[in-house]
């Protein structure tokens, strides 16, 4: 079968410590210390076996990830940027959803022809962390299309545990193919929703939210705070393609950083001044830019109010930590989607009609063509680079 794999070399930076756990999988905890020199490129791969527990899929629509853009962008050095746990070579993708088409002989729930979307996140149920109630912090992750192959193929195997019935989209935009496309924005907007709502516990309705960065999880972020009952929802974004975007799907206000600072201004005297000087109930980190972010996230701090980090980057970012005790305030690290009912929340709310984050898709791909939707996506002229399976 054909899949869109990436390969890159094992050359841990000098400065970098490889750990024995990284020695004995090959699994690197901080790509951007180690992978260098990506390739990436359509290949012809075995079919995965089936086990006992498994599906048997058939993507058919599978989004192109910031995630996966760090992947084919390099530093000065050649190192690639993404920064979080990354085994080569891979099929990548993982924003995703398709058809069944086989079951383990084990599987009870699910059948072929049923339409499914799935977690990214495959944790494995039997660790400390996954027996305690934290399977995003799962002592053995795989992740689907970092470590273990992905969804920018022909087929993909996957536990069936980590599958989600979308049926209920296909009847509430009347097609398979446009459930499929609102499938594969289940992972992304599920991150979003474990991040503000299981993470950091939600905002009072009536709340005032702030995004910044509107990729996939900052559009996702305004979407489920205007249906949580956000007053205001104030978002900041450079391109003007995701500006008109972010307003498509629930921003009051959205604004370029960029030109805020030309003229003198910035995001924090945005909020206080849209908020009468009270400041964001809750703040959301989506543009993986903290050292640009959080200090602004810190002047705008209502009391009692909330930051959300869900970005990533391998970077520090300052804190005056003052700031926070006399507000009250809190931050919040956030990563994954497993659990806690998210992707069920996710998919009822979009079966619901209360989130709908179909408007954000603006490219559309074949796999014939997912290399060009990869090099598409890295340009940022897009909301959602899609690939159809």
């Known amino acids: 079968m054909k899949g869109l794999q990436f390969t890159a070399e094992w050359a841990p930076r000098p400065e970098y410590r490889v750990s024995e756990f990284e020695q004995r999988t090959r699994k690197a905890v901080t790509g951007s210390s180690v992978w260098r020199h990506p390739h990436l490129g359509l290949v012809e791969v075995p079919e995965p076996p089936l086990g006992p527990q498994d599906v048997r899929v058939r993507p058919r629509a599978c989004g192109v990830c910031g995630s996966d853009v760090h992947f084919y962008e390099t530093d000065a050095a050649g190192y690639i940027r993404y920064p979080g746990l990354t085994r080569f070579p891979v099929i990548i993708g993982h924003e995703t959803s398709g058809e069944v088409i086989e079951v383990g002989r084990d599987v009870r729930d699910l059948r072929p022809g049923d339409l499914v979307t799935m977690e990214e996140m495959i944790w494995c149920g039997h660790c400390l962390p996954c027996r305690n109630g934290w399977p995003n912090q799962c002592e053995n992750l795989e992740e689907l299309g970092f470590t273990i192959n992905g969804a920018m193929a022909e087929q993909l195997v996957v536990g069936a545990k980590y599958c989600w019935p979308i049926g209920a989209l296909a009847e509430r935009y009347g097609s398979a193919e446009a459930a499929c496309e609102a499938g594969a924005l289940c992972e992304p907007t599920s991150v979003a929703y474990n991040g503000m709502f299981v993470r950091a516990g939600g905002f009072p309705p009536g709340g005032i939210v702030a995004v910044y960065g509107t990729g996939p999880i900052g559009f996702a972020a305004i979407a489920l705070a205007r249906a ?33 600072q030309r003229a003198g201004g910035s995001p924090h005297e945005v909020i206080l001044q849209a908020s009468g000087g009270a400041g964001a109930d809750m703040q959301v980190e989506a543009a993986g830019a903290p050292a640009v972010t959080v200090p602004e996230m810190e002047q705008a701090l209502a009391i009692g109010g909330k930051v959300v980090i869900i970005g990533r980057a391998a970077e520090r970012a300052p804190l005056y930590l003052e700031h926070f005790q006399t507000r009250a305030g809190q931050v919040f690290g956030a990563q994954g989607h497993s659990g806690y009912g998210t992707f069920q929340h996710v998919t009822r709310l979009m079966a619901s009609g209360r989130v709908d984050l179909r408007p954000i898709i603006t490219s559309r791909f ?16 897009d909301g959602k680079v899609m690939v159809k399976i």
């Open 228 to 260: 949580a009952g956000a007053s205001r929802v104030i978002a900041f974004e450079v391109s003007p393609v995701r500006q008109a975007l972010a307003r498509q799907v629930g921003a009051d206000e959205v604004h370029d950083p960029v030109a805020l």
């Open 366 to 381: 074949p796999l014939s063509a997912a290399p060009d939707a990869v090099v598409r996506a890295s340009q940022r002229q």
